[in-house]
């Protein structure tokens, strides 16, 4: 069965404080990585896909990495709009358009 | 339409009613999905749609869930005898497939009292 562990649960942060969240996977088959932000009262919204590891991506303040068992976002000198909870999810299957199984998320907090 | 529209946004119901939560995907995305979300959790799977049939549902609880999406464009989840455990949110998206990311609908928050 497929899982995935994000940490920490919440992370409060001052306004240009860098720090990384991660989320672990245990996965038959990686087709995909997916990073996902979620303000309140909406769904998620697409941040990035990574496909294997020692991939990386960037997004403005955000840089996403991969290895074989954990990912990474890292925030660099977040800004009080960054707050939002930080979705992770790992596509496997035989299918490209399979499911997604998605973790708990990160809750972070920038404040001034 | 520009994105995912779910309807209703709010849904109020007494136990043992029947609900139905509609979907219209982004046009011309052939993958449809419905997830469930509680409170401080993540997404949770119920079913996929690749065009009108169900590719997996593996993901819905029991025979009270279905869906449906008889044309290939928007579905309908449907939830018989509703309990009190199903309130949450349910979201929907829709994708090109392909391993591309899914967009997300803002979701029907459905509340059984």
């Known amino acids: 069965e497929d899982q995935v562990t994000q940490s920490p649960e919440a992370l409060r942060l001052q306004e240009g404080e860098s720090s990384s969240l991660n989320c672990s996977y245990t996965?038959?088959?990686?087709?995909?990585l997916f990073w996902y932000r979620q303000d309140p009262g909406k769904g998620p919204e697409f941040l990035f896909t990574l496909y294997s590891a020692g991939e990386e991506k960037e997004k403005e303040r955000l840089k996403a990495t991969l290895t074989k068992k954990e990912s990474f976002l890292h925030i660099t000198a977040p800004k009080p709009e960054d707050s939002a909870t930080y979705l992770c999810?790992?596509?496997?299957?035989?299918?490209?358009?399979?499911?997604?199984?998605f973790g708990t998320g990160t809750r972070l907090q920038v404040t001034l | 339409g520009a994105g995912v529209s779910q309807t209703p946004s709010n849904k109020v119901t007494e136990k043992g009613k029947y609900v139905e939560l509609r979907c219209d995907p982004i046009?011309?995305?052939?993958?449809l999905y419905w997830y469930r979300q509680s409170l401080g959790q993540g997404p949770e799977f119920l079913i996929y749609?690749?065009?009108?049939?169900?590719?997996?549902d593996s993901g819905l609880p029991n025979d009270r869930f279905f869906a449906v999406r008889p044309e290939g464009s928007v579905s309908t989840l449907k939830i018989q005898r509703t309990e009190r455990g199903d309130s949450a949110v349910y979201l929907c998206?829709?994708?090109?497939?392909?391993?591309?990311?899914?967009?997300f609908g803002s979701g029907t928050r459905l509340t059984v009292v």
């Open positions: 996965v038959s088959g990686l087709r995909g």
């Open positions: 999810a790992v596509q496997a299957g035989t299918g490209t358009a399979s499911k997604l199984t």
């Open positions: 046009s011309g995305h052939t993958a």
């Open positions: 749609f690749q065009g009108t049939g169900a590719a997996d």
């Open positions: 998206a829709s994708s090109l497939g392909q391993g591309r990311g899914y967009t």
